[in-house]
């Protein structure tokens, strides 16, 4: 769809690079942690929010609550579902804690639970949103919703859902109503912060394109636009003729220059918009 080529890493090097992404994104999860969710008691789901509860409740400390929950949880997740975990989860999993521990004496910023939950939704997703770029996790109750859709049939996202869910109910009882209600703002912030991590703001049109010119168009978004053209075969609803349809991917900052050459070439075109939120391969980014 493409023509432009972008540049790819040397295996080693990507693999560096994976690993700087889970080590990076692990602290700043941390660091979040600690400076936001934390001293508001903003127990958004998972082990974090888990090790929040109980730090209020029992005193202990999160760091070792994180361990204590997500190296046996790896563990379970290798014996039940297999070794696809890998290395770099096992990074995530104690690397987080240990950053954790590590920034326990920093200073909160804010004593705010709504400025909490939202900047702390914020770096969680920022950070999560690192990690799964490295093609890893940071453990924990990801791993126990894959365990449980395993053995009970139900599907990935309703076992994160109850999990998560279990927790944040576990706080409205320990602190009250309006605490649950910050922490589903903060799962809210982190995955939508998470999506726009992964994609981005490079959203790209893609552009459907019916013209009796269809030659003419093609050559132009090819060597004019330097971008790809796939054909697609098409049947008029009303005529039943076979009519080509042009499938093209441009960039935001192209669409304008690609209706321009259409209209220039052939006013009657029908050409229809779409975003595409993300778009890998030549000429766009790699996955």
Same mark, same amino acid.
């Given at each position: ?66 361990? =204590? ?6 563990? #379970?997740?290798?014996? &039940?579902? *297999?070794?696809?975990?890998?290395? %770099? !989860? ?81 706080? =409205? ?6 605490? #649950?209600?910050?922490? &589903?703002? *903060?799962?809210?912030?982190?995955? %939508? !912060? ?81 975003? =595409? ?11």
């Amino acid at each position: 769809m493409g023509k432009k080529r972008g540049k790819t890493l040397h295996p080693t090097m990507e693999t560096i690079m994976e690993y700087v992404y889970i080590l990076v994104g692990s602290a700043i999860v941390a660091v979040t942690f600690n400076v936001f969710l934390l001293p508001n008691r903003v127990a958004s789901g998972g082990v974090s929010g888990l090790s929040t509860i109980l730090h209020a409740t029992l005193g202990w400390q999160p760091a070792y609550v994180q361990w =204590a929950c997500n190296i046996p949880l790896f563990i #379970a997740g290798v014996v &039940l579902l *297999g070794r696809q975990f890998g290395a %770099k !989860t096992l990074v995530g999993t104690i690397f987080l804690p240990f950053v954790v521990y590590l920034t326990k004496d920093i200073e909160p910023a804010t004593h705010d639970p709504l400025l909490g939950s939202l900047f702390g939704g914020i770096g969680v997703g920022i950070g999560l949103g690192i990690v799964f770029r490295g093609k890893a996790s940071t453990g924990g109750t990801d791993l126990a919703a894959q365990i449980i859709h395993k053995y009970t049939g139900l599907s990935l996202g309703t076992c994160v859902i109850l999990i998560d869910g279990l927790i944040v109910l576990t706080a =409205a009882i320990v602190f009250d109503i309006e605490r #649950a209600l910050y922490a &589903l703002i *903060g799962l809210f912030v982190t995955s %939508k !912060t998470i999506d726009f991590v992964q994609v981005g703001f490079g959203y790209s049109k893609m552009a459907m394109i019916i013209t009796n010119k269809e030659e003419e168009v093609r050559e132009a978004i090819l060597h004019k636009i330097n971008r790809g053209v796939t054909k697609l075969s098409g049947f008029g609803g009303y005529t039943e003729h076979e009519r080509p349809v042009l499938m093209c991917v441009v960039e935001q900052t192209e669409f304008t220059k690609l209706k321009q050459l259409v209209k220039s070439i052939d006013p009657s075109a029908f050409v229809v918009v779409m975003d =595409a939120a993300e778009v890998l391969g030549e000429g766009f980014k790699r996955a």
